[in-house]
């Protein structure tokens, strides 16, 4: 079952990001093709309007940084303490670790750098 929820999730974002996609290269192709025609006007009194289309632009950037971050996996990972380990510490003032002794396995053709 998390599976399908997890999946139908990935889908929502990638259409949501593929929508996102469409609509950048349709506001760009409207700034080039005003551009391309202002160019090309002959008149003396030429203008270009593209208010519209660097707002669009702006909210895009503003929000691919804002969904961007609100589509990262939250973790949490509450681990259960181990109480006779504090307990122990708070009871004893001084406090041994105890290692076990290196593992060493002589390997066969192989010569040590180091002499013991």
Same mark, same amino acid.
């Given at each position: 079952m998390f599976a399908i929820e997890f999946m139908t999730g990935? $889908? #929502?974002?990638a259409l949501i990001n593929l929508a996102i996609f469409v609509i950048?290269?349709?506001t760009f192709f409207r700034i080039g093709?005003?551009?391309v025609d202002y160019?090309?006007?002959e008149?003396?009194?030429k203008t270009v309007t593209i208010k519209k289309e660097l707002f669009v632009?702006? $909210? #895009?950037?503003?929000?691919a940084i804002f969904f961007g971050s609100l589509s990262?996996?939250?973790v949490a990972i509450d681990l259960p303490l181990n109480r006779d380990l504090i307990e122990y510490q708070e009871n004893k003032e001084e406090i041994i670790i105890?290692?076990?002794e290196p593992r060493t396995k002589v390997l066969e053709g192989f010569t040590p750098l180091k002499k013991d």
């Open positions: 990935a $889908v #929502i974002f950048t290269l349709y093709r005003k551009l160019v090309n006007d008149s003396e009194d632009l702006g $909210v #895009i950037v503003l929000g990262q996996p939250k105890k290692t076990p």
